[in-house]
Structures are given as structure tokens and as C-alpha cells.
């Protein structure tokens, strides 16, 4: 048990339209990181964020966006989805005294764009 | 941000010792080396991490060489369970880099 949730399980979607994913993670988890993960593919680096602002970000367009929040919960927010946007996306939680990179991640969102 | 290269796919038997190679050639002076498991349609779980020699905990041992251009990830005795993808990553606290990992299959 990794204490991090995320909803919903899957999303089915249409081009253009625009998706928010959830994330809730443990408390004194101040560090949560958003990743893509493509089928067949590892995990692709989207942002993460610490103590509700982005301290690092992989490359991905504007339209992906994100939010912190106190209560250790976060978003991911898409716009504008595209076919290719098609993917597991999953966060990751940091313990704020983790040394080099252990995160717990959560199960995922599998988001399907028609 | 250092680059790791690991084998694409490897095969074992149950009961048989795995090891799995990583190479990472620029990792930087502060950067540990983290392994991580991956089971189909689930989020990656963290196996170990080290940053020089070895460590062991209940599930897997880490091998680390002194230049630390290279680790492996060694498995004991593994069970049809342990079929998944293994990463291996260095480094970046903030822009966690994974590679296409190793897919491991164990065939009874």
C-alpha cells in the first residue's frame, strides 16, 4: 500500500476536449510528480511540483498544466486533448526526507482519446 | 541529466538468480542509482537504491563498482511473480528520467 490514490481508473475522451486527473498522496508528501506513459513505452516525465508551485518540468506542451494543493492533493489538466495524448498517466509522491529519487506511485489514470 | 542503458528483454527460470546491468557512464558526483519494478497497467514500485558498493534489502541487492559508470540489480531465486519491467535511473531529483527499462520474463 503506497497511500497514493489516483481517479479516475480510466477516462474515454474525444479530440479537442479537455481532461483534469487526480491525484492524492501521503501526508508529509510535499513533492508530487506527473508522468505519461505511452503503451510499451516507460514512463515520460511531465512536472512536478513542490509545496504547490512546478519546480521542474519535462517536455510537454503548455496545455499541459497542473496544480498543488495543501491538503497534498493534485491535478493534471490537458487541453486541447490529441489522439497521441492517449496514455497511463501516473503520479508520484516524494517524502520530503527521501534521498535520490524513491517516490511512491500511484496506479494510474488510463486516458483513452477518440 | 545522465543517460542509463539496460538490456531490452532477459529470460530466467524460477528459482534462478537474475542480474540485470545498468550502465550510466556520466552519472554526477551527487546522484544515487534507483531501481524501480513494473507490473502491467500498474504504477512503477521502488526496489532499491544505492549510491556506492552494495546494498541489500529483503527483495534485492544492488551492486555498485567504485567508478559507479555501471550497477546491477540482482534478484535471488525469483518466482514467476518477479515477470515485469525493471528500470534503472540516476539522478534528477526534478525531472525523473525513465528508460524502455528490462522486461523480465521467468518461465516455470
Known amino acids: 500500500e503506497t497511500g497514493v490514490t489516483q481517479s479516475p481508473t480510466h477516462l474515454i475522451k474525444t479530440r479537442g476536449q479537455q481532461v483534469t486527473l487526480r491525484c492524492s498522496s501521503q501526508?508529509?508528501?510535499?513533492?508530487v510528480s506527473w508522468y505519461q506513459q505511452a503503451l510499451g513505452q516507460g514512463p515520460q516525465f511531465i512536472f512536478q511540483?513542490?509545496?504547490?508551485?512546478?519546480?521542474g518540468r519535462g517536455n510537454f506542451p503548455p496545455r499541459f498544466s497542473g496544480l498543488q494543493f495543501p491538503n497534498y492533493s493534485s491535478e493534471l489538466n490537458v487541453n486541447a486533448l490529441e489522439l497521441d495524448d492517449s496514455a497511463l498517466y501516473l503520479c508520484?509522491?516524494?517524502?520530503?526526507?527521501?534521498?535520490?529519487?524513491?517516490?511512491?506511485f500511484g496506479p494510474g489514470t488510463r486516458l483513452t482519446v477518440l | 541529466l545522465a543517460k542509463t542503458t539496460q538490456p531490452i528483454s532477459m529470460d530466467s527460470y524460477e528459482g534462478q538468480e537474475v542480474n540485470i546491468t545498468c550502465s550510466h557512464n556520466?552519472?554526477?558526483?551527487?546522484?544515487?542509482i534507483t531501481w524501480y519494478q513494473q507490473f502491467p497497467s500498474q504504477g512503477p514500485r521502488f526496489i532499491i537504491q544505492?549510491?556506492?558498493t552494495k546494498v541489500t534489502n529483503e527483495v534485492a541487492s544492488l551492486f555498485i563498482p567504485a567508478d559507479r559508470k555501471s550497477s546491477t540489480l540482482s534478484l535471488p531465486r525469483v518466482s514467476l511473480s518477479d515477470t515485469a519491467v525493471y528500470y534503472c535511473?540516476?539522478?534528477?531529483?526534478?525531472?525523473?528520467?525513465f528508460g524502455a527499462g528490462t522486461r523480465l520474463a521467468v518461465h516455470p
Open positions: 508520484a509522491s516524494r517524502p520530503d526526507r527521501a534521498l535520490g529519487n524513491e517516490q511512491f
Open positions: 501526508s508529509g508528501h510535499n513533492t
Open positions: 511540483y513542490y509545496r504547490e508551485e512546478e519546480n
Open positions: 556520466n552519472i554526477a558526483t551527487n546522484d544515487y
Open positions: 544505492g549510491y556506492k
Open positions: 535511473l540516476v539522478g534528477g531529483y526534478n525531472k525523473l528520467i
